[in-house]
């Protein structure tokens, strides 16, 4: 299960050679994040809902709570027990939790690569795992926009699946992650059978590498480079 991910400098250009992303006018891109914890915002890219910078129906970018609170949670979040920062792509369709956000508010969720720990707890060892020919790529993820008492905030999830072969014996499941082809279809809502999109990547699109274990330390949070 993925508690930890980074996210390299990406520019306004390469987001828009994969997709049609409208970027919010005059602002720069987000800044590089390299120990992204749950309960930490990071940038999400969907549909745009309404009121937001750019026209309903076009592809924005905006930044969410990862731990995706569902919108029917109507208690304060300090009193919120349960996990939500990853959803299962084998339960997501049944989920109470995640059904909702699966059929009107699915997500992409830019990334360099992720975090896993092998080993017995005190002598694991942390592994970086990134894409084999790209320096960027997105997650399958949901979104949600939770209401409490006049105030709103957006949150998201990361779907999960089966591990890769690439992953064998350092992780028990791996973030979804999708090919640039399938972005589109991902973001639709009207797509037919967007599961059929939740499935392990290819052992040959993966590297894997030690990370620095300062990693798991969640007080240096987006300060600390992934090694190589």
Partial sequence: MPSRFFRRAIDWS??????????????????????IAPGAFAPILRIAPDGEYAPRGAIQIALAYWGLIPVWWNKPLSEKT??????????????????????????LVPASGFYAWSGPRGQSTLFAIGPADRTWFCFAGLWSRWMYEGSEIDTFAIITCQPSLAL????????????????????????????SLLKPSPPDALRVWPAHPSVGNVRNQGADMPGE
Avoid: H, K
Wanted: net charge negative; aromatic share 12%; with cysteine.
């Fill in 168 to 195: 064998a014996g350092i992780a028990e499941s791996m973030p979804v992650i999708l090919s640039p082809a399938d972005y589109a279809a991902w973001l639709d809502p009207f797509a037919q059978r967007p599961e």
């Fill in 82 to 107: 349960f996990s939500t920062f990853n959803a299962r792509a084998e339960t997501i369709t049944e989920s109470n939790t995640f059904s909702g956000a699966f059929r009107q508010g699915r997500c």
């Fill in 14 to 35: 390469a987001y828009r050679a994969r997709l049609d992303l409208a970027p919010p006018p005059g602002i720069e891109p987000p800044d590089p994040q390299y120990n």
